[in-house]
T-cell receptor
Framework: QKEVEQNSGPLSVPEGAIASLNCTYS??????FFWYRQYSGKSPELIMS????GDKEDGRFTAQLNKASQYVSLLIRDSQPSDSATYLC???????????????FGTGTRLQVTL | DGGITQSPKYLFRKEGQNVTLSCEQN?????MYWYRQDPGQGLRLIYY???????QKGDIAEGYSVSREKKESFPLTVTSAQKNPTAFYLC???????????FGSGTRLTVV
């Protein structure tokens, strides 16, 4: 069973601070990693994707991947109240010839940005 | 605009009834997926389909059934065998080579 672990939170940060969200995964064969943001009652929306070790930056968001440690993180700089949501880590393992790749999701970390 | 349409948005089911959740996409994607989300939880895979007339069980398929007779449509039936069906159901699709999924807006199913 492939597993993705996240701290459920809530993680509370003041407006303007950096929020750091973490995720670990169990399958070393995992190839693609995604961060989704989900507002209450809504469907997830893709924030970041990362495929190779290191950092990937997009605006206020930075994804970090360390395959040796099986660890992926998301940093949100200059956090805003509108960033308050649940952040889901998802891991994709393309199993082999004829096997559809499919995402395994963590339980999500609830982020609260306070004024 | 291309996208995924799930209907209905809210659905109420009596004990012992089967209900079918609709998922239609006009993105011409081959792969489609059904996930279930319980309060405070992540998404768990119910069924997925790579191509028409083919589908595979996910991690929690018991009590559910699907069909894939058309590329655009991937309906999910929640049967009476599913003992705890109250949840938020999400349909998604994906084209090989694309970064990630396109999600529908979800159906919230409640047993009354």
């Amino acid at each position: 069973q492939k597993e993705v672990e996240q701290n459920s939170g809530p993680l509370s940060v003041p407006e303007g601070a950096i929020a750091s969200l973490n995720c670990t995964y169990s399958d070393r064969g995992s190839q693609s990693f995604f961060w989704y943001r989900q507002y209450s009652g809504k469907s997830p929306e893709l924030i970041m994707s990362i495929y190779s070790n290191g950092d990937k930056e997009d605006g206020r968001f930075t994804a970090q991947l360390n395959k040796a440690s099986q660890y992926v993180s998301l940093l949100i700089r200059d956090s805003q109240p509108s960033d308050s949501a649940t952040y889901l880590c998802a891991v994709d393992w393309a199993g082999g010839t004829g096997t559809a790749s499919k995402l395994t999701f963590g339980t999500g970390t609830r982020l609260q940005v306070t004024l | 605009d291309g996208g995924i349409t799930q209907s209905p948005k809210y659905l109420f089911r009596k004990e012992g009834q089967n209900v079918t959740l609709s998922c239609e996409q006009n993105l011409n994607h081959d792969a489609m997926y059904w996930y279930r989300q319980d309060p405070g939880q992540g998404l768990r895979l119910i069924y997925y389909s790579q191509i028409v007339n083919d589908f595979q069980k996910g991690d929690i398929a018991e009590g559910y059934s699907v069909s894939r007779e058309k590329k655009e449509s991937f309906p999910l039936t929640v049967t009476s065998a599913q003992k705890n069906p109250t949840a938020f159901y999400l349909c998604a699709s994906r084209e090989p080579g694309e970064e990630s999924y396109t999600f529908g807006s979800g159906t919230r199913l409640t047993v009354v």
